[in-house]
């Protein structure tokens, strides 16, 4: 059986246990997603909450049971107009066919529950196995994903071909609950979301801070031994920027809106008017910036290539409903590059790009990862560039990526309009696929800002331009990276390293001292000096997945060895303190 139609059909389903349980309700759209289905209600005054779910799960059994047939029929325009008459939603979209030059639609028919759809579906309700799906959560969705429009209900579900399928899955989704970066980093206290500085934009905390830095110091030390040469631009740029750069016109569904410098917050509330307006835009992306250092004097083909990087917070608009933990930000850093060379280098700085993605996935424990490389549409004209540039870049990208023996899904069309691009997506340890690097071409910048370089012969030429990011932003891999190691990150990347813990407080000054020794030694420590018991503080330090905790009474400072307790052992070992040291500087050095 064909999962895509079976999904969709039990999102007929779905829809048709909802009519008889609220029969009022109003319908949108139910289409099949990855892993399952969805439906869109409007429920108006009546109340619908999680513990309804099972409620329609029993009702659809039932359907299912009976073996109801789904059965298609067609019929003009006008008279479904008619139909829905109250039924906006659907009246909405059979107009916007009717505008498309569309004279008929289709509609199935499930026993009393008639439905517009294009279909295709299952022979009758009997084919589905009553086992193999699930209803998993309520969400808000606004209509057509409009923030102006109706807020609607959205519930999900969840379908398999059999039941060890879906219950694996389940358990999955479980798991997923334990790791959730936002769950995590709330108890370890990483980061801070807080609507009173604004939705979106993330606060970092002592700890999370220290996960950034280490993540940071790791990205500009082997970026500088990769021969880049950093470089750091303004968080706005003016209006006149990003119109000749063309994100004006073709992004700004992702930017904010302009800022007016010309006049002081004091001066807007006194009513102060000047004669010429300053406007100013939060950037979205850094690329603009570093083509006018480029341009800041005339560059000779022996310099290239140019590889300029820059860990630069970036601005994008995004709906207040999609936003989500760190995965989903409004302000976010972005580990920037722009390689700008000769069509003769293109191919090597490729390569190269390649390698270093590689390199940073491993060094940060993902082995397993999938590219998309996203090409034009030969039937659109809707992009910059040349064609034989396009053919170009197209066919290095594809020739790298088998070079390199990657994994590579072709997406045709999938590409923007100023380049080609190859897309990384990580897997974490539920096997779930998160975006993270990107590597693309760039036709647009380098005619619109008329780039150049003198060649040989002392001609001007058009240099190629690669963008690319390794982390892709900082937010979302931490927010990855958490979630992959459920909060018990690898030595090298803890916050905290060791945790050392005193009986009572006469050792405090003993641990303070052990503090300092290993600080010196550039080894992360936080002493838990509180008047707590011991066994509450082991519990914290647990909870908090230290990967070593040391308790120090009598016993320990009379000793000359550490009694250390690894994370995930109940049982301690001893071992020397300069042992120790070692120890933990060879998993740093090892990534491990």
Not at 338 to 357: G, M, N, P, W, Y
Not at 507 to 533: A, G, M, P, W
Request: glycine share 6%; charged share 35%.
């Amino acid at each position: 059986m064909n999962n895509e139609i079976m999904r969709h059909s039990l999102s007929h389903i779905m829809a048709a246990a909802v009519k008889q349980l609220w029969p009022n309700v109003k319908f949108a759209i139910g289409p099949s997603i990855e892993n399952g289905f969805y439906y869109d209600f409007d429920f108006g005054e009546d109340k619908v909450s999680p513990e309804d779910l099972i409620k329609i799960e029993n009702k659809m059994r039932e359907l299912i049971k009976q073996d109801v047939k789904f059965e298609k029929s067609e019929t003009s325009v006008e008279q479904a107009l008619e139909k829905e008459k109250t039924q906006e939603y659907k009246a909405e979209l059979i107009k916007e066919l009717e505008e498309k030059g569309e004279k008929k639609v289709s509609y199935y028919k499930l026993g009393d529950f008639e439905d517009l759809c294009r279909g295709p579906h299952l022979e009758s309700t009997g084919e589905v196995d009553p086992d193999v799906f699930k209803l998993t959560k309520l969400a808000g969705a606004y209509w057509r994903g409009d923030e102006k429009n109706q807020m609607l209900t959205r519930i999900y579900g969840v379908a398999f071909s059999n039941k060890k399928e879906l219950d694996n899955y389940l358990q999955m989704l479980e798991e997923a609950k334990e790791r959730d970066h936002r769950k995590i980093g709330k108890e370890q206290e990483l980061f801070l979301i807080d609507p009173m500085v604004g939705i979106g934009l993330p606060m970092w905390q002592p700890k999370g801070a220290m996960l950034w830095r280490i993540m940071e110091d790791f990205w500009y030390r082997e970026h500088l031994k990769a021969g880049y040469e950093l470089v750091r631009t303004p968080h706005i740029g003016s209006r006149k920027l990003w119109e000749t750069s063309g994100h004006w016109g073709f992004y700004n569904e992702s930017m904010f809106p302009p800022l007016e410098i010309s006049r002081s917050l004091e001066e807007v509330e006194q009513g102060k008017q000047v004669e010429a307006k300053e406007e100013y835009l939060l950037k979205p992306m850094n690329c603009p910036f570093h083509v006018m250092i480029y341009k800041s004097k005339i560059r000779s083909y022996r310099e290239l290539p140019v590889r300029w990087a820059e860990c630069a917070t970036v601005y994008r608009y995004e709906k207040s409903g999609e936003l989500f933990g760190l995965t989903r930000v409004r302000g976010f850093t972005q580990d920037d590059a722009h390689i700008i060379c000769t069509k003769e280098q293109a191919e090597k700085e490729l390569s190269r790009v390649l390698d270093f993605i590689i390199f940073v996935f491993k060094s940060f424990g993902f082995n397993d990862y999938k590219v998309y490389l996203s090409t034009r549409d030969p039937e659109s004209d809707k992009y910059a560039g040349t064609d034989e540039g396009w053919e170009f870049t197209e066919k290095a990208l594809e020739k790298i990526a088998e070079e390199k023996k990657l994994d590579v899904v072709r997406d045709i069309g999938g590409a923007v309009f100023y380049g080609p691009k190859l897309d990384f997506k990580i897997k974490d340890c539920l096997g779930r696929e998160w975006q993270c690097s990107t590597l693309q071409y760039d036709f647009n910048l380098p005619e619109k800002f008329d780039m150049t370089y003198i060649d040989k012969e002392g001609n001007k030429q058009r240099p190629y331009m690669l963008h690319r990011a390794l982390f892709g932003s900082f937010e979302r891999f931490i927010g990855v990276l958490i979630e992959h190691y459920a909060g018990a990150f690898p030595v090298w990347l803890s916050p905290v390293q060791v945790k050392i813990i005193s009986v009572g407080e006469k050792h405090i000054e003993y641990c303070q001292k052990l503090k300092d020794e290993f600080n010196q030694e550039d080894i992360r420590v936080e002493v838990d000096d509180s008047d707590e018991t011991v066994g509450n503080k082991i519990r914290k330090a647990v909870a908090e997945k230290s990967p070593y905790i040391l308790v120090i009474g009598d016993k320990e400072i009379s000793s000359d060895k550490l009694a250390v307790r690894d994370r995930g052992q109940r049982d301690t070992r001893e071992i020397s303190q300069e042992e120790f040291i070692q120890e933990i500087k060879d998993k740093v050095k090892n990534k491990k």
